[in-house]
């Protein structure tokens, strides 16, 4: 048996070279380099199937380690190798692309979003691997993916393309880990989103704005196609958007009323909003709207002259991008039809909608029996407050397993209120780090 500490460093150095590879999807630099690290630290481990699959847009991570039991369950751990950009440099107290120790802290681009949790997590099957003679009471799959800062694009045909390879009983999801309340928080569900553009176009060229009393512009047509859209409480005014909305149950309104963070007090004041909520909302209403209801929001607009003094003109040209975040059982392509369909119906023959990503919502009420296996496991490492959610109000690829697995899912990891995921100053506090690594092993330990 190796000791303890060597194993933890020489994941912690392991953890500094995969940092050190910037990574990023969002630029396609460093992708190729970061799945081969990653590839040569599973083989290390011997694991029994090492692929990287590169058919898709973003190479693909699969390792699969192998219990000698004939009944074995198998856990899926995914996690991602990509970050997001680390710019604006100037604003890091230390090199985004080095690990770096600091107030108790581990800083650096990706040391919570999720290399930190891949490594944590190899970190701990390395010690239990090596403390029970290299055997395991669970079948552990790895899916480590290229592109989850990009909307996962090749995720969906890759894990339909293994998916007989990944069949699991239980999914742990790449990141996780405090609230602001400082408790452990499990989360069961993803919403899910639609991403389009607005297109106006009502003449030829720009005109002179002289010409407004009797023509009417792209920018114009496009706001009244997007005032149509919503109604003053925030609602959405689409036909048929609410039709698949699936009703939040008794248990989910009842763990997010308990459990979520999140109140009207709070948004007020951390955002010093000087906006009223929408539809003036209470605690409940509003929980109900952030976790369980879709949403519709305007990312950007632009039209016409924008910069400095003045520019008589009547735009010829205007174009807004939109998101929908979805909610289950909301499909993003019925719902980016219904828009088109209300443009058509509306008369709004100048402004076309234009699909351009969507991924599906995904929800669980987290009373699952592998889902208790997490809670245990949960409850052993950090003590018996911690917060069960059945989904968070942003959106990730959870759909893409439920879809191909029908296994519980649930994030848990190193995470905390302040881990600054895509910001200046990511970092993990070192004790959550390794509080998570012990937190895998006791998950692994259940199965025995
Ligand atoms: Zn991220």
């Known amino acids: 048996m190796v000791e303890r500490t060597k194993i933890r460093q020489e994941y912690l150095d392991k953890l500094a070279e995969l940092i050190k590879i910037p990574s990023v999807s969002a630029k396609k630099t460093g992708l190729t380099e970061a799945s081969d690290l990653i590839k040569t630290f599973f083989q290390e481990l011997k694991a029994d199937h090492v692929i990287v699959d590169n058919e898709y847009e973003f190479p693909l991570v699969l390792a699969q380690f192998k219990s000698a039991k004939t009944d074995a369950k198998t856990l899926l751990i995914y996690n991602h190798y990509d970050v997001q950009p680390a710019e604006p440099f100037d604003l890091w107290h230390s090199d985004p692309w080095t690990l770096t120790e600091r107030d108790d802290k581990f800083f650096g681009r990706g040391v919570d979003d999720d290399k930190g949790n891949l490594l944590a997590r190899l970190t701990a099957l390395a010690e239990y691997l090596d403390e029970n003679q290299y055997q395991l009471p669970v079948n552990i799959d790895f899916v480590v993916e290229g592109s989850e800062e990009t909307a996962s694009r090749g995720l969906a045909q890759y894990l339909q393309k293994h998916a007989d390879f990944l069949k699991n009983d239980l999914v742990i999801w790449e990141s ?3 609230n602001s ?19 106006a176009k009502t003449a030829g060229r720009d005109l002179h704005s002289s010409l407004a009393p009797v023509v009417d512009s792209a920018a114009w047509q496009l706001v009244a196609v997007i ?10 005014a689409v036909k048929g958007v609410y039709d698949s909305v699936r009703k939040a149950s008794e248990r989910e309104l009842a763990l997010v009323d308990q459990y979520s963070t999140i109140d009207e007090h709070l948004l007020v004041d951390s955002f010093k909003l000087t906006a009223a909520l929408l539809n003036n909302r209470d605690k409940t209403d509003l929980l109900k709207a952030l976790y369980f209801s879709p949403a519709l929001n305007i990312e950007g607009i632009s039209s016409g002259y924008q ?6 003109v009547l735009p010829a040209e205007a174009t807004a991008k939109l998101e929908i975040r979805l ?3 909301q499909d993003p392509r019925d719902i980016f039809d219904k828009v088109a369909a209300h443009l058509q119906e509306h008369g709004f023959t100048n402004v076309k909608a234009v699909y351009t990503l969507g991924e599906k919502p995904y929800r669980s009420d987290l009373s699952a029996p592998e889902i208790q296996r997490v809670i245990k496991a949960t409850e052993k490492v950090y003590g018996k407050d911690i917060s069960l959610l059945p989904t968070t109000p942003g959106t990730g690829p959870m759909a893409y397993f439920y879809d191909n697995f029908k ?3 649930t994030a848990a990891g190193i995470g905390y209120a302040d881990s600054a995921d895509h910001a200046p100053d ?3 506090r070192i004790k959550d780090y390794f509080d998570h690594v012990d937190f895998i092993k006791e998950l692994i330990k259940s199965y025995d």
Do not use: A, H, M, W
């Open 176 to 178: 996780g880990g405090y």
């Open 181 to 199: 309340k400082e408790q452990q928080e499990l989360n069961g569900g993803t919403k899910g989103i639609v991403t389009f553009d607005l297109k």
């Open 227 to 236: 005032n149509s859209l919503r109604n003053p409480d925030g609602t959405i």
């Open 307 to 312: 910069e400095t003094g003045v520019k008589t």
């Open 327 to 329: 909610v289950p059982d």
């Open 407 to 409: 296994s519980p899912i």
């Open 426 to 428: 990511e970092n993990v």
